[in-house]
């Protein structure tokens, strides 16, 4: 059985772990161990050829990359992944979605997606993508990092979810 708390924050808000299941649609996809070590390999071919000084040639096998996984990385992603992730990692992040556009998603669902971002994990990436992409707020992941000034230092994820959603595009 799972152990549920409920925490007052300084500012009187109530947090808590219990878990909301998602609906399929916001998991991350499942990823074969086949598939990732496909995408290493074309990870290293990309590498290889941005490193070999043949730039068409590895321009042309970036532009049928990003063709065939709907990503739009350049050349010198290849080279550089390494500086932030795994190879594996990056893999992972290549074989899921690269804009996971999830229709109707609601408040309690962003407030899970928060939640689930917090607490981290191995598909915390996914998730962080989710919120970007699923809200108008830009860069709506940066509000659990870097809150504005009138939110408390470490905002609930409901106050975070609220930000969020109270961002109003400017109409021009």
């Known amino acids: 059985m799972r152990n549920v708390w409920v925490l007052t924050v300084g500012d009187g808000s109530l947090v808590h772990n219990a878990a909301m299941e998602l609906r399929p649609e916001l998991l991350p996809p499942p990823v074969s161990p086949e598939r990732i070590a ?6 290293h071919r990309m590498e290889d050829l941005a490193l070999s000084g043949d730039r068409v040639e590895a321009e042309a096998a970036v532009a049928a990359f990003n063709e065939a996984t709907g990503h739009a990385c350049g050349l ?3 080279v550089e992944y390494d500086a932030e992730r795994s190879i594996e990692e990056f893999a992972l992040e290549l074989a899921r979605p690269s804009w996971p556009r999830v229709p109707d998603v609601t408040r309690d669902e ?5 939640r689930r971002i917090v607490a981290g994990g191995p598909d915390t990436d996914y998730y962080l993508l989710l919120l970007d992409t699923n809200t108008v707020h830009p860069g709506a992941s940066s509000v659990i990092f870097h809150p504005p000034a009138r ?9 975070v979810v609220d930000e969020i959603l109270s961002y109003e595009p400017i109409a021009l």
Not at 110 to 114: C, D, G, I, P, T
Not at 151 to 159: A, I, Y
């Open 38 to 43: 496909e995408l290493c390999a074309e990870i």
């Open 151 to 159: 939110l408390p230092r470490e905002p609930s994820p409901d106050q």
């Open 110 to 114: 962003l407030v899970e997606l928060v």
């Open 76 to 78: 010198w992603d290849f």
